[in-house]
Nanobody, 129 residues
Framework: QVRLVESGGGSVQAGGSLRLSCAAS????????MGWFRQAPGKEREGVAL???????????TYAESVKGRFTISRDKAKNTLYLEMNSLKPEDTAMYYC???????????????????WGKGTQVTISS
């Protein structure tokens, strides 16, 4: 059974940084998509950063326009952990952030939450001005 557990959220001032972690377990697929999504109150869930994973290799990182240059997605294979490094945070980045995974890597770049198969429970990120 696939399990995704997020951590690292919190409250910081604008301009600050946070690093989110997603500990994954139970995953047996060889090539697949993982990523971070977020959902602010009253808004739809949106893809923030996604990455294709094939064995020990990661590629095809994709970012939402609103976070390009500020957020970085990465993975530590040995720890089975996905990360989201967030810098120069803005109040509009405030949201619940979710780790997600998919059984395949097809259209990973699209960042459509409807395509994802597994979800964590989320971690709250709050940015004050």
């Amino acid at each position: 059974q696939v399990r995704l557990v997020e951590s690292g959220g919190g409250s910081v001032q604008a301009g600050g940084s946070l690093r989110l972690s997603c500990a994954a377990s139970g995953y047996t697929y060889s090539t697949y998509c993982m990523g971070w999504f977020r959902q602010a109150p009253g808004k739809e869930r949106e893809g923030v950063a996604l990455i294709t994973i094939s064995g020990s290799t990661t590629y095809a990182e994709t970012y939402a326009e609103s976070v390009k240059g500020r957020f970085t997605i990465s993975r530590d294979k040995a720890k089975n952990t996905l990360y989201l490094e967030m810098n120069s945070l803005k109040p509009e980045d405030t949201a619940m952030y979710y780790c997600s995974a998919r059984r395949s890597a097809i259209y990973c770049y699209a960042g459509n939450p409807l395509d994802m198969d597994f979800w964590g429970k989320g971690t709250q990120v709050t940015i004050s001005s």
